[in-house]
């Protein structure tokens, strides 16, 4: 009888032992795809802000070069009026091809967001949004923040930019308001609409498998789970809120292999 006993014992261990190993297992496979889901955002935004400067240092001074030329064509030809009219509206069909490539260059990647950082990006993006979009959006931005991590702040960037955008094409709202608060420990981003809100079946299937709403949710709740944040979503008859919570000041998920190596090292 000990020695059944003992054999029992034994089995018990051997399959609590592989029960903790595949744990082990199913952990460092989910760290290993967050890892490579915040590689991929990342290079994401590397080709937006190398898409960005191609388009303003390249296409950008080609169109300026040829307005001047427009410009000086028009001087000479003065005495037609007719063609007069054709070149000034060309002139100004030129300057609004240079204005559509600035924008596009600085929603790709604002250059305030790098030299100003967030709120600066923020203001910037919103008061645009507001003309294109006629919606009116309150922005309250916590003046104490100061400058975050810039990495950070790109993913707070992206996670407003998203959220406005599914604003506009799904929620049929036309007030929005977007808050930046921090304390000691945390920094929150919520961005709040008065629509018709997520459909409920949606909504639970994104929180339960990640599925269901499209890319736009999914990259937002990657960006900030990357930095030990939450991204957390209430919706309703009433409109939806999405608040992203990002800790201060503590590395992003992607950098702990590297750190641990390193560490293992020494």
């Known amino acids: ?25 199913i952990e460092q496979r989910t760290n290993a795809l967050r890892s490579l889901s915040a590689r991929l955002l990342r290079v994401q935004d590397e080709e937006r802000r190398r898409l960005a400067r191609d388009l303003h240092d390249s296409t950008g001074q080609t169109l300026t070069a040829l307005k001047l ?9 003065k005495s037609g009026q007719s063609i ?12 609004q091809a240079l204005q559509d490539i600035r924008t596009t260059s600085y929603l790709l990647y604002p250059p305030l967001l790098h030299e100003s950082g967030f709120s600066s990006a923020a ?22 923040i100061g400058r975050l991590r810039r990495s950070i ?5 992206r996670v407003l930019q998203e959220s406005l955008t599914n604003m ?6 036309r007030l929005a308001d977007v808050r930046l608060q921090s304390d000691q420990r945390m920094v929150m981003l919520e961005v709040e609409d008065y629509g018709k809100g997520i459909p409920a079946r949606l909504l639970n299937q994104f929180k339960q498998t990640g599925t269901g709403t499209g890319v736009g949710l999914c990259g937002m709740r990657e960006r900030i789970e990357d930095f030990h944040g939450r991204l957390e979503i209430t919706s309703g008859s009433n409109g939806t809120k999405i ?12 950098t702990e292999p590297a750190k641990s190596a390193r560490a293992a090292v020494a």
């Open 1 to 25: 009888m000990p020695v059944k006993h003992g054999a029992g014992h034994m089995q018990q261990v051997d399959r609590k032992h592989t029960h903790n190993e595949l744990e082990c297992l």
């Open 69 to 77: 030329q427009i410009a000086s064509l028009e001087e000479r030809l």
């Open 84 to 95: 007069s009219e054709v070149f000034a509206q060309t002139n100004a069909l030129a300057d």
């Open 123 to 144: 203001r910037w993006y919103v008061e645009g949004f507001a003309k294109r979009s006629n919606i009116e959006v309150r922005l309250h931005l916590d003046s104490q």
């Open 153 to 157: 702040e790109a993913a707070l960037f």
């Open 168 to 173: 506009y094409r799904h929620s049929d709202s």
């Open 243 to 254: 608040r992203a919570s990002v800790p201060r000041g503590i590395p992003n998920r992607s």
